[in-house]
């Protein structure tokens, strides 16, 4: 479909790469559009959903978002609302989505919605959604603390109809098939923060060396370039875990607990490095004329977009359970 058939660690690299563009909001809209709306399309669609949704998407000629969370299900998926009710050879769609990036310009969505009763990890599908579609109503841009460049949008359904086959696999499968995705959506998550880490770190070292402070730069004080050392030491260790994950990964291996590991990670470090390093800009990172201070802002994110910090620890911690004891 256009692509060259390289594996993960390729994405990855692009994702690491991308954290050089000055902002957070652009990468997460490339990387709703390569790995978070597309990857299930990718494994288990039809030659025709692939040939309609996923070519030109790719190509850039068709914005994708991703339909998972809801107002009362962000990482709990599990818990969503969302109906397709199958009639014929369509399904009705009712309900709603939330917190949808690229939402309010995207041609279509990948929605996952219960398509059937029973067991919540059981009754679910993903379904290529265009969003042209009579029914369906982007009711509000919401406006954000952070990833201001990134629009992020409220969705309803109202009696939308959309052909049985644009079903993604198998029906039923859609709860399997978004656990798979998320952990690709994690790594790439990871790699996009390395790069501004280390930019806001040499930046801070460059500012707090010519800054002086009571005749003497910031630089100059040992427990300002002793934490430097500390948070650039953090950067390096995350890298490294990432890199382990990946590699496990594109060998076939389960890497839910390390993907979740480095998820965890990031998102924590990420406010670290960026409150700290504000706090070494003084009056200036308080303003929105640095690139520390919109970090602060946009990277606060990874601590909750893609599952929460807690649901990371929940997932590590079920992971550790399985570990023989001594």
């Known amino acids: 479909y256009g692509g060259m058939g390289l594996d993960f660690s390729y994405s990855i690299a692009v994702a690491e790469e991308l954290g050089s563009i000055r902002c957070g909001g652009v990468p997460m809209a490339i990387g709703v559009q390569a790995g978070m709306a597309t ?7 039809s030659d025709e ?7 030109p998407t ?6 994708a978002c991703l339909g998972v969370s809801e107002a009362g299900a962000g990482s709990d998926v599990a818990s969503i609302k969302t109906t397709a009710v199958r009639k ?6 009712n309900g709603g989505k939330m917190w949808t990036t690229s939402g309010c310009q995207a041609d279509w969505m990948c929605l996952l919605a219960n398509t059937s009763e029973g067991h919540p990890h059981r009754n679910k599908s993903l379904i290529c959604l265009p969003m042209s579609l009579p029914g369906i109503h982007v009711t509000k841009k919401i406006d954000k603390l952070g990833m201001r460049s990134s ?9 939308v109809r959309v052909p049985s086959r644009n079903v993604i696999g198998e029906e039923g499968m859609g709860f399997t098939y978004q656990m798979l995705q998320f952990q690709e959506e994690r790594l790439w998550g990871v790699a996009t923060v390395l790069t501004p880490l280390e930019i806001v770190i040499q930046e801070t070292i460059e500012y707090t060396r010519q800054r002086k402070v009571f005749d003497q ?9 002793f934490r430097l050392a500390e948070l650039a030491t953090e950067v390096e260790l995350l890298r490294s875990l990432l890199y382990r994950a990946v590699a496990l990964y594109v060998e076939g291996s389960d890497v839910t607990k390390f993907a979740s590991m480095a998820k965890l990670k990031a998102g924590r470090l990420a406010r670290e490095v960026t409150d700290s390093c504000l706090q070494f800009w003084g009056g200036m990172g308080f303003t929105s004329e640095v690139l520390v201070s919109r970090l ?3 990277l606060r994110l990874m601590s909750i977009g ?12 079920k992971y550790m359970e399985t570990l023989p004891r001594k």
């Open 296 to 298: 602060y802002r946009d």
């Open 58 to 63: 790719i190509a850039g000629d068709l914005v």
């Open 151 to 159: 629009d992020t949008a409220q969705i309803f359904f109202e009696d």
């Open 88 to 93: 014929g050879d369509e399904y009705v769609i």
């Open 306 to 317: 893609g599952g929460t910090d807690e649901t990371m620890l929940s997932i590590i911690c």
């Open 49 to 55: 959903l692939k040939k309609q949704f996923l070519a």
């Open 39 to 45: 990857p299930a399309l990718t494994r288990f669609g």
């Open 217 to 225: 730069s910031v630089l100059h004080n040992q427990v300002v370039h």
